[in-house]
């Protein structure tokens, strides 16, 4: 059996990798050869590659959702309609602080960058339940923010619509 930190160690290597090569760059045996973990390791901690992203993904978008919420709710206490400065700056805040000076946070900058980008069914495929709630309440946020912006600028469930 595994040590308990070959799960941890295969997602470190996995978000070096896939922030360094992409998803479709980066190998398996790469990311198991970089966490010194043995080639079945990955299909015993996560299932597949696929699946592995999606974990990276979720470590890193997780925490900025939680922050992003937070922001909101805090606003939201104010006044159920906030400017959309403050919007703005409650949700693109926590990306930006997430993304610490140096070689660490240049890492996260490209991964989250990968995610957000990358044409790989894989990649998209990451996302969870807090991910689309947290997009659904900044649209709504927004919808109240800019009532004349057209609901096919800005994605569904947006548009003029209040609460």
């Not at 080639?39 to 939680?66: C, D, Q, T």
């Not at 937070?70 to 990306?95: H, I, Q, S, Y």
Request: some cysteine.
């Amino acid at each position: 059996m595994a040590t308990p930190d070959t799960r941890t160690q295969i997602l470190d290597a996995a978000e070096h990798l896939f922030a360094e090569h992409g998803y479709r760059g980066t190998s398996v045996r790469a990311i198991t050869t970089r966490a010194g973990a043995n080639l079945a390791a990955v299909g015993y901690h996560f299932g597949s590659k696929a699946e592995l992203m999606a974990a990276v993904a979720r470590r890193v978008i997780e925490p900025i959702n939680a922050a992003q919420c937070a922001g909101l709710d805090r606003l939201l206490a104010r006044t159920p309609d906030p400017p959309v400065t403050d919007l703005v700056e409650a949700f693109a805040g926590p990306m930006m602080d997430g993304m610490r000076a140096g070689d660490a946070g240049a890492r996260t900058s490209r991964l989250i960058v990968t995610i957000l980008s990358d044409p790989a069914e894989e990649v998209r495929g990451w996302t969870g339940s807090a991910e689309g709630s947290v997009r659904e309440r900044y649209l709504a946020a927004f919808a109240r923010a800019l009532p004349g912006l057209s609901p096919r600028n800005c994605g569904s469930g947006c548009g003029g619509s209040s609460r």
